[in-house]
């Protein structure tokens, strides 16, 4: 359990970044503490698409990574980022991506955010 709150509270740092560095992946709210939960909520769907979707689009995509060297993965995770954008419009969450170009490079920041944040925070099974 402990193991899935730092993942998602990584997972919310990442998605802040790139929030932060990138114009348009916008995150909005009345106030502060709103903007806190719909990050939290987005980075639990953020985990659960990266959890359930991501697997199977790797195996399918195997091929690819094997004939791109891996640098398919990019492209992958701008997808989960794309459907994980598409999933918080539908439960209406004020979280948006916008353009491919855009969640490229998210997925590309959150990816690098993600991995130092899990070095850092404590992992308790």
């Known amino acids: 359990m402990k193991n899935f709150v730092v993942k998602t509270l990584a997972n919310a740092g990442a998605l802040a970044v790139a929030i932060w560095l990138l114009q348009d992946i916008t995150l909005t709210g009345d106030s502060t503490g709103k903007k806190a939960w719909t990050l939290i909520l ?48 539908q439960f209406d969450l004020s979280f948006h991506v916008e353009g ?19 070095i850092v925070l404590p992992d308790g099974d």
């Not at 491919?100 to 899990?118: D, E, K, P, Q, R």
Request: net charge positive; hydrophobic share 70%.
């Open 42 to 89: 987005v980075a639990l769907v953020f985990g659960l698409v990266n959890f359930l979707v991501k697997p199977v689009v790797k195996l399918l995509t195997f091929p690819l990574f094997i004939l791109t060297l891996g640098l398919i993965t990019l492209v992958v995770n701008a997808l989960m980022l794309l459907l994980t954008s598409w999933l918080a419009d």
């Open 100 to 118: 491919f170009w855009t969640a490229v490079l998210g997925g590309l920041i959150i990816s690098v955010v993600s991995w130092a944040l899990n």
